[in-house]
Nanobody
């Protein structure tokens, strides 16, 4: 059974940085896609960034381009989200998700496995 576990969330001031990690267990991913999503109170879950395990393709939501960087370490079966220049509007619960297909999708219902989420709070 696949399990995804996020870590690295916390409270940070605007302009600061955080690095989220998502460790996958239960199988070794050599193909497919990993995505980061976020959900703020009262809002729908939204796509933040995605990466193919092959590492040859990434995709970002426009609002995080130039500030967030997604990466993966195949040997550790782990995906990261480096978040810089954080803004209060980045405050949300951040989830990682895995997709068996090799095309990066921005739709949450296209992902097969989900982590439990980690809270990111950015104060102004």
């Amino acid at each position: 059974q696949v399990q995804l576990v996020e870590s690295g969330g916390g409270l940070v001031q605007a302009g600061g940085s955080l690095r989220l990690s998502c460790g996958a267990s239960g199988r070794t991913f050599s193909s497919g896609v990993m995505g980061w999503f976020r959900q703020a109170p009262g809002k729908a879950r939204e796509f933040v960034a995605g990466i193919r395990w092959s590492g040859d393709s990434t995709l970002y939501q426009d609002s995080v381009k130039g500030r967030f960087t997604i990466s993966r370490d195949n040997a550790k079966n782990t995906v990261y989200l480096q978040m810089d220049s954080l803004k209060p509007e980045d405050t949300a619960v951040y989830y990682c998700a895995a997709r068996e297909r090799v095309v990066i999708s921005t739709a949450p219902d296209r992902y097969d496995y989900w982590g439990q989420g980690t809270q990111v709070t950015v104060s102004s």
